[in-house]
């Protein structure tokens, strides 16, 4: 079966301007918006051109509301007439992946080209996450020029590097915090699977994932000093004997599996679609049956991150470059991800404690788990509506998101940062584009898309029917 398959009240907004929707995209895409770590190697003269292509195709957003730039970011403030209603966000970023040098030539468009062809639009960030920029905008155009006036103070903030180190989206939250701003809900890009939710013991249920927090990043580096020495008195062992010593002890010591709320939430909402015993029994008292719930996640590949920090060793270096000669220093890097009840500093304590003092550790990076964003909020009941509007027979579910986003900057202004970009591409369509060859977005996926921010900037921004919470 096909996503588009789901697709329904795809007559909504008939009088909504989808070929200029489509142009407006392709053409954001021929802006090499590529962010490099190394900044210097950035060319923002096409983040420049493309701001100033967004102004001019979007004159009700230009002429209504305020544009600033926060270096190479983007603020635009729509304001609302309604004080007592907490703004609502809309993110996206700007900046774009580079072309894996040498696959230039795999393209079946030019990766810069903008393509329209063969009912999809062509181009690095076209799922990745120039659709939901562009798509953000031309709701907002929409519903401006229906002549109306928002309720609901909106923002649209567009970051200059997501893809690197979301300085962008630092210097926005910094700015809004400056003005005392506290926001109703924030949406940005994330999640988005469909699945048979099997695993969950409910099969021929489709399950589709609106993120709701980011596991944590860290990579521990070990080290393991040595002088080396002929391998024929290997006498107090290698430095590379007790790196393994110390790779293994950690593995062996896994922090505790958890049932976190996001997953008993997740096991609530499933439950009515659970045919398969144990399950469905299970998730009637989650707290019951912790230890059995937990066993049969961590036995399945598609589960077993919700409940644990995952540990990958990832690099060794140092091995001695011949078979009699002992090594010398040696390092280690094991890349953790980190649920939300493991933070940091508590793990590096348990494995100081764990490991023979002649191995030293410490974070060559980390980043704590992001705050788990809430269920029971305004903003997640309206998006869980607009999408069953428009997506049938899916069931959506409050999920981790996988990769790290700038989303998570958002999270000391707001409660429900939600990370759900509303374009169901079909999964090998995304699989091979994002971030690789042949990046593309069919047109059919990216109008319903559009059609699920127009409705939720409408029931959010333009009714506001609920008060603040
Ligand atoms: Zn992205």
């Given amino acids: 079966m096909k996503n588009s398959d789901l697709f329904r009240n795809e007559n909504d907004y008939a009088d909504f301007p989808g070929d200029a929707a489509v142009a407006h995209l392709a053409q954001t895409l021929r802006f090499p918006t590529v962010s490099h770590v190394d900044t210097s190697a950035t060319d923002y003269t096409a983040f420049d051109r493309m701001q100033t292509f967004l102004r001019t195709a979007y004159p009700q957003i230009s002429a209504k509301g305020t544009w600033e730039k926060i270096g190479h970011s983007l603020l635009i403030t729509l304001p609302g007439s309604d004080p007592d209603l907490a703004p609502a966000l809309f993110m996206a970023h700007q900046d774009v992946v580079p072309i894996v040098p040498g696959t230039e030539g795999d393209w079946r468009h030019d990766p810069f080209s903008g393509d329209v062809a063969e009912g999809f639009i062509w181009g690095r960030g076209a799922m990745d996450i120039k659709e939901m920029l562009v798509a953000e905008m031309e709701s907002a155009e929409y519903l401006l020029a229906r002549g109306v006036t928002f309720r609901?103070?909106?923002?649209?903030?567009?970051?200059?590097d997501e893809e690197t180190c979301s300085t962008g989206a630092m210097a926005i939250v910094q700015t809004l915090r400056e003005r005392g701003v506290r926001l109703e809900f924030v949406l940005d890009e994330g999640a988005g699977d469909v699945t048979d939710a099997a695993d969950w013991g409910a099969p021929g249920t489709l399950i589709c994932t609106i993120g709701m927090y980011e596991k944590g990043y860290g990579d521990l580096r070990l080290r393991a000093k040595s002088a080396g020495g002929h391998s024929s008195n290997p006498y107090h062992g290698t430095s590379l004997g007790h790196l393994a010593e110390a790779i293994s002890a950690?593995?062996?010591h896994p922090p505790r599996a958890r049932l976190s709320e996001s997953v008993r939430n997740s096991l609530a909402i499933l439950r009515p679609w659970m045919t398969e015993e144990p399950m469905r029994s299970w998730a009637l008292h989650p707290e019951s049956f912790e230890k059995e719930i937990l066993?049969?996640?961590?036995?399945?590949e598609s589960l077993y991150h919700l409940v644990q920090t995952t540990i990958a060793p990832t690099m060794i270096q140092g091995g001695s470059p011949a078979g009699n000669v002992m090594p010398q220093d040696m390092e280690a890097v094991i890349n953790f991800r980190m649920i939300p009840e493991d933070?940091?500093?508590r793990l590096l304590t348990e494995y100081r404690k764990l490991l023979s003092e002649d191995i030293s550790i410490e974070w060559a990076q980390q980043i704590a788990a992001s705050v788990p964003s809430q269920i029971d909020s305004y903003g997640y009941r309206s998006l869980k509506s607009v999408l069953e509007h428009y997506f049938d027979r899916l069931v959506?579910?409050?999920a981790q998101n996988k990769g790290?986003?700038?989303?998570r900057q958002y999270e000391p202004l707001c409660r429900c940062v939600m990370r759900f970009g509303p374009f169901l591409e079909e999964e090998a369509i995304s699989a091979e584009g994002i971030h690789g060859t042949n990046e593309r977005i069919s047109i059919w996926t990216y109008l319903q898309g559009i059609r699920v921010l127009i409705r939720l900037m409408e029931e959010t921004c333009l009714r506001g029917k609920e008060a603040n919470e």
């Fill in 250 to 252: 950690i593995l062996h």
């Fill in 404 to 407: 790290a986003t700038d989303a």
């Fill in 343 to 345: 933070p940091p500093d």
């Fill in 152 to 160: 609901r103070t909106v923002y649209l903030a567009f970051g200059e």
């Fill in 396 to 398: 959506f579910i409050p």
């Fill in 295 to 300: 066993e049969w996640f961590q036995r399945r």
